[in-house]
Antibody, heavy 115, light 110 residues
């Protein structure tokens, strides 16, 4: 079955960067896009951007422009999300999800930003 | 970034029906498909409805979706305690070239 498995929880200091991976299986990786969504504690879902896993085209949310980088490794069927210049407000669970509609979702990766 | 507007909470007794509204604009709901996602406490969101009114395999027919103009509605009939969760609508926004989510609605079974 289709699965998206994300890397483990991270604790980072303000100003640092974090890279979250999303390893996919059960389908042809290059046939679907991968989206990244985050959810701060008690808050709503917030879309960050997406990558066309086939041709590598990328679109970022204006809210994260300049701080987020989404990449993919087609040989490893894995997508990555790199967020830089971390601040406390970036503490959240970060999810990857396949395609639009977003289905399925990864299990989530908790990123905690704390000094 | 624009968001879709949902009521913060809805509630009803077991067996009853609730509806959740999702209000958007011509650049998102008015022009593109709407999906609904359910998030049980402590878990990742899961697709509940796609293309306005279609259910993925395994989703029971107690869940139904509809769309009219720039608004969409999720209906849950035969409410059960296991349906207590947060529900989000989502749609592509052609003006922003971004995916937008609703503000989220907490469903409580009384």
């Amino acid at each position: 079955q289709v699965q998206l498995v994300q890397s483990g929880a991270e604790v980072k200091k303000p100003g640092a960067s974090v890279k979250v991976s999303c390893k996919t299986s059960g389908y042809t990786f290059s046939s679907y896009s991968i989206h990244w969504v985050r959810q701060a504690p008690g808050q709503r879902l917030e879309w960050m951007g997406w990558i066309n896993a086939g041709n590598g085209n990328i679109q970022y949310s204006q809210n994260f422009q300049g701080r987020v980088t989404i990449t993919r490794d087609t040989f490893a069927s894995t997508a990555y999300m790199d967020l830089s210049s971390l601040r406390s407000e970036d503490t959240a669970v970060y999810y990857c999800a396949r395609g639009v509609p977003l289905d399925p979702w990864g299990q989530g990766t908790l990123v905690t930003v704390s000094s | 970034q624009s968001v879709l507007t949902q009521p913060p909470s809805v509630s009803a007794a077991p067996g009853q029906k609730v509806t959740i509204s999702c209000s958007g604009t011509t650049s998102n709901i008015g022009y593109n498909y709407v999906s609904w996602y359910v998030q049980l406490p402590g878990t990742a969101p899961k697709l509940l409805i796609y293309d306005n009114n279609k259910r993925p395999s395994g989703i029971p027919d107690q869940f139904s979706g509809s769309k009219s103009g720039t608004s969409a509605t999720l209906a849950i009939t035969g409410l059960q305690t296991g349906d207590e969760a947060d529900y989000y609508c989502g749609s592509w926004d052609s003006g922003l070239s971004a995916y937008v989510f609703g503000t989220g609605t907490k469903v409580t079974v009384l």
